[in-house]
Every structure is written in C-alpha cells, then in structure tokens.
DNA sequence: ACAGTGTACGAAATCGGTTACATATTGTTT
DNA sequence: AAACAATATGTAACCGATTTCGTACACTGT
C-alpha cells in the first residue's frame, strides 16, 4: 500500500550508510558536521521519520505503555489519563488506552493485548485486584504502577491515604453534630471501595456512634448508582441525617433523587463525596468533597514507572501516598433533626 | 532485559518450523491436525503470544489507530473515547490516545507521533481543521475520520447536522416567548464553534428577531469559560432573558456564576446547552440540551474506518450525519420579563 | 504407468531499523 | 618515527514475525 520512506533510502539520497544516517538520528557514534549537515537536509526534505515499529523490533522497547483504567467517563481518571498521556509525550512515549469497565474479564483481556503489543510497562487502576491478576502482571514482566489500587502488591503504587478520604468527610459530618450518618458504598468486592468502607467505620466508631446495618448499602462508583441509593434511604421510616458517599458520581446521583422527592439539602439532609470533581462544584448544593489530586496521582505514576524504565530505581516496590483535603461546600449542614421529630 | 519467547521457540519445541506455527496460528495454508494439536500445546505451555510489534513489521498493519480529542474531560468525548476503544477491541485493534488540548500545534505535534508509531488509522476529533492539518494528514496518507469537524475535508468525516443543536435550542427559547436571547460560544476560530454559533444566529434571523452585538460572545468550551461569559452577562445593564450556550459545560459554569449571584434560573433567566452529558442532568436546575449521542459517533467513525481499512469502500469521502433531539427540562421556562421591569 | 491435484511442510528472504565489529584517516604523544 | 587515541564511516548480522517458492508425498483419473 502506502511504500514510507526508509533509512536506506536517506543513506543514499545523502551519500552514506544507513548506519550512519542512524548515528546522526540517534547522536551517539561520530559524524562529521557536513555529513550531519547533508542527512539533515535530505531528512527534512523527505520529511523522514524513523519507524517506531522497526525501531522497537531491534531495540525491544516500544516506548509504548498501557494505561488501563475502570471508567475513563470518570472525571477523576479522565482528568489523569488527561495528565498522563501529556507527561509521557514529554518523554517520548505514547499511551494505548483501555476502559476495564471496572470489569474483571476484561482487565485480562486487556492485559493481554498489552503483552502482545509489547507494552514498555502498565499503569493500571485496578479494581479487582485479584491474585490472578497480580500473577498475570508479574508473567508479562514489565514494570507495572498500580494506581488506586490499595492491596499490598510486588509493584510500585499510587494511591491516597489509606482509607482517609471517606474518614474526613465522616468525622466532618461527625463534627457538625450528626450521629445518623449512613454510608452508599461503591462496587463491592474491590480494594477501593473497601478502603472507603473503612475510612466511614474508623470515624464512626472512632467517635463512638454505633453502625446501623440498613445505613451501610453498596452498590458501584457511577451515579446510577447513586441515584438507586437515594431511592433506598429515601424509602426508610428512619432516615439519616447525612449520608457519606464513596465518591462524587454516587453524591451526585444521590442528590438528585433527593432533591427530586422533595428534601432540601443540607437542610434535611447532608451529602458528601470523594474525589473533588468539576461537576460538583457547578451543581447546586455544591457538594462537599475531598481532593483527590489527579495531577499529583498522574505525575507520581508517570514517575514511577519512568525510573523502573530507566533502571534509574531498581529497589523494592514503593508506595506513593497522595495527600488529600476536605472541601467543605454547601451539602453539609448542622443536623436539624430534633425540629422534624417534634 | 525480558526476552519473550518468539515463534521459533515454539517450533522448536514442537519439532516444527516457524513457517509452519505461522501457518497454525494465522489459520492460513495446511497443516496437519496432529501436528496442529502439538503446536497448540506449546503455545498454550508456554503462554506465547506473537509479537505484535514483528508482525506490524512484516505485515505493515499496526493493528493499532490514533484517536485525537481536544478534550478528554469533556464528557462527550471521553464516553465516546470509552466506546470507541471497545468497538475496536472486538475487532482486534488497539487505539493511542491523545488530547490535543484543542491546540493547533498540539494537533500537529500529535500526528507527527502518530505517523511514527505507524499507526493504520486516525480518529481525528480536530477543532483547528486548518489546511496545514489536511495537508499534513493527507501527507501521512493513512485513511482518517475526522469528528465533529465541519469543514469540507477530504475524508470521511462523523458529526451532527451542522447549526442544528443550537439551532435547536435556540427555536426552542423562541417558542418560549423570549425575545432577548444571547449566546455564549465556543472556541473561536474552530469550526464547531462557528457551526454553533450559526445555529443560534439563524434561529433569531428566522424569527426576526435583532441579534444584539453585546449579547454574542464566545470564549471556550469549557465551564470556566460558561463562568467568565456568565459573570459578564450579569453585569449588563439590561440583561438578556435566556443564554443559549455552546456546550453542557459553559452552561454548567454560567449556571453556577447566575446562581452565585442570586438569579433564579429558570424564572430570571433560562438557560440551555449542547451535548446532553450526565451531569447537566445531575444539577439543578437540570439543564436543558440537545443529546448528542457519542454511542452513535462513535459507533459510525469506526465502522466508517474499518471499511477504509479493509478496502471495503474505497469511494468518496462521505458524511455521516448523527441525528440529535432537544431534550427539555427544569432550566428554561417562559420569560417574566415584564413583571421584573415593572 | 503417468500426469495432475491437493495436502503438508521447510529454507530463506524480507520488513526498517540498530549495533558489534572492522577499516581508514588524522592528530597527538613518547 | 613508531605507537596510540580520536574521529568518521561502512559491512553485515539481527530483532520476530510473514511469505514466496520449492520439495515431497498421497490420491485420483485415464
């Protein structure tokens, strides 16, 4: 189909051999300056570019990482794949993206395809941290960097403290007066949600306040989610006064069933996420959140993963733990049960 | 470093040659189906999976295709970045992503990287559809789709009817009643933006109503610009009684800003936008937009690919039109401009 | 018995780069 | 003047697959 122009033929527009043309490329080896000069031109004139494919053949390095994440539809991993991807541009690397789905099966697959593209290392949110996935990991060989992922694991990771997220919105709640906090959890089963799970326990039990079984629910990390969860506490006969989501997407999805049969928040009731996201902000109430830097998760990563691929760090796995913040905003208020019993 | 088993390991060990593995494994030419079984043996003991990278090599397919978007925290874009890497899962490609940051040079930056990386394909969602970028992309001569990019291009080419959303909008603010009317744009300079704008311009002109110059600005395609255009718009004098907005995210900050400020929305002022994203639903008042099915975009792009790709259809560009429908909901009511002015 | 056809497999070239090794010229040191 | 280092370039093997071409055998029909 399309014949690209090859090293050979700059070799011999420019009167030379293909290895030197590949010295001057590469600027390692000798080459005299008018030879330099006269590649150069024939370069720019055939508009040359080497072919990353052959280049990785022989060299066995892609400069091509996977990056697989559960639901890039999530702004916190659309904003860091976001991040990432102009991080290793810089650096001379390209990204083949992935979308798990938060999906088991299909983080398999996924990292299948990534050996068989022969990927330089894997950044991986992983939701299922399961063995066989750790097992697979460590098959294909290539440095990895979990991200989010809260299991201890032989690889590099990035991740919050643990567990502190859910534990500073709770203890916020804790501080305004509540004591009917409920907790809408994300999908079961994975390290993350878990660690969010503990960060709510901690606080409540911390402060001595005890858990009611039908205020602990668990559904998934997206706002449908959220939204079935809303419905749930909304039905109660004795509902919360607050209720800690596992993240944004669940708040927002939570907010809106709420509002939609009539409670004001934060008057009747107080919400609060994780994660800080754009659209939680612009909404009204606008939602009391923890930051969870992005930036910060992708730049760690990129790093990470960097010195693995340079040998510039060769240790034992490290823990890269990003600091958060509360944000208060408008969806959490002192409780105002007493008036509403009376 | 790691050294992967290649094809002739896999000969080896089942007493074969590589031509004859190839020949198993790409289901092409004969081969016996006891040594069929021994081949698959191996492969399976060892876990081998050809080297993509070879095979690209050889074949001069990458299996793999570039997708550009301006933006992957847009919504839009990243539910259908989502999709368009499962549609090309299943069909056995891998896509490197980008975001152009809706920069020119950026664009350009990443189709040099995407020339070299010999990817088969681009996915282009350009916003400066610039002739230095046809050039360039016909220079590259690989098929190419561009999305959401309105100008007349010689490729294929997935994108809305053209002025239709806004326009959409916009009649819809008309049937309403109002009369003052103002449009806080996109981008200007790209083409969706200008696309955009006209929609809105030629719903007025069709109702007869006077465009006023200070009621039409355009800044970007992002909430901070809906808050700046937002923060300018109260501070008119005689403030307009609806903002059409060019997207769900400058609605969302014009929204936030019009709130901040004590208008009530709709009852002071209706407001809608552009691309149905989750979270204009999530907030209140929900906004009223245009969906703007990024299953469908995303869908056709890579059917329109793979055709090009496979030599199915090797015609003319084509223009695959996506339909759209205004959705209404709580942020436009009719205008009570007169009891405010009494 | 022989040509023709379908089946089964291998040797070796090839894709477009990189690199170990060899060669040649020039400059510098003893 | 001989020895050595630095500079400048080329030859050819190699990365791991695919593919062309060729060989060999087993049938089948005449």
Redesign the pocket.
């Known amino acids: 189909m399309k014949?690209?122009?090859?090293?050979?033929?700059?070799?011999r527009e420019a009167?030379?051999?293909?290895?030197?043309?590949?010295?001057?490329?590469?600027q390692?080896?000798?080459?005299?300056?008018?030879?330099?000069e006269r590649i150069r031109a024939v370069v720019e004139q055939f508009n040359?570019?080497?072919?990353r494919?052959?280049?990785?053949?022989?060299?066995?390095e892609s400069h091509n990482l996977a990056l697989i994440v559960p639901d890039i539809q999530n702004p916190f991993y659309s904003s860091m794949a976001n991040k990432i991807q102009n991080l290793l541009l810089r650096e001379g690397y390209t990204a083949t993206f992935f979308d798990s789905g938060a999906d088991f099966q299909r983080e398999m697959t996924c990292l299948g395809v990534a050996e068989s593209i022969g990927a330089d290392g894997i950044l991986f949110a992983s939701v299922s941290s399961r063995r066989i996935i750790l097992n697979e990991l460590e098959r294909i060989g290539v440095p990895v960097v979990m991200i989010n992922s809260y299991d201890a694991c032989p690889f590099d990771s990035v991740h919050g403290v643990r567990s502190e997220s859910t534990y500073l919105t709770t203890r916020h709640l804790i501080e305004l007066g509540h004591r009917e906090i409920a907790f809408a959890g994300g999908t079961p089963g994975t390290a993350i949600a878990q660690s969010r799970k503990n960060g709510y326990l901690n606080a409540m039990q911390e402060a001595g306040l005890p858990v009611r079984r039908d205020y602990l629910i668990e559904m998934g990390f997206d706002s449908e989610s959220g939204r079935k969860c809303g419905t749930y506490f909304s039905a109660l006969f004795q509902m919360p006064t607050a209720i800690c989501c596992a993240n944004d997407l669940v708040a927002l999805g939570m907010l809106q069933v709420l509002i939609e049969r009539g409670f004001q928040v934060p008057q009747d009731i107080s919400i609060t996420g994780v994660d800080n996201i754009e659209y939680g902000d612009l909404c009204s109430p606008p939602l009391t959140s923890v930051i969870n830097d992005s930036g910060e998760f992708a730049k760690m990563a990129v790093k990470a993963l960097m010195e693995r691929l340079r040998g510039s760090y060769t240790g034992a796995p490290r823990e890269f733990l990003i600091p958060r913040r509360l944000v208060v905003r408008g969806s959490t208020a002192q409780p105002q049960r007493k008036e509403q019993e009376a």
Chains 1, 2 share one sequence.
């Open positions: 014949k690209s122009v090859t090293i050979r033929d700059i070799a009167g030379v051999s293909s290895t030197t043309v590949s010295r001057y490329l590469n390692n080896g000798y080459v005299d300056a008018q030879t330099a040359y570019r080497p072919s494919i052959a280049q990785s053949l022989k060299t066995r």
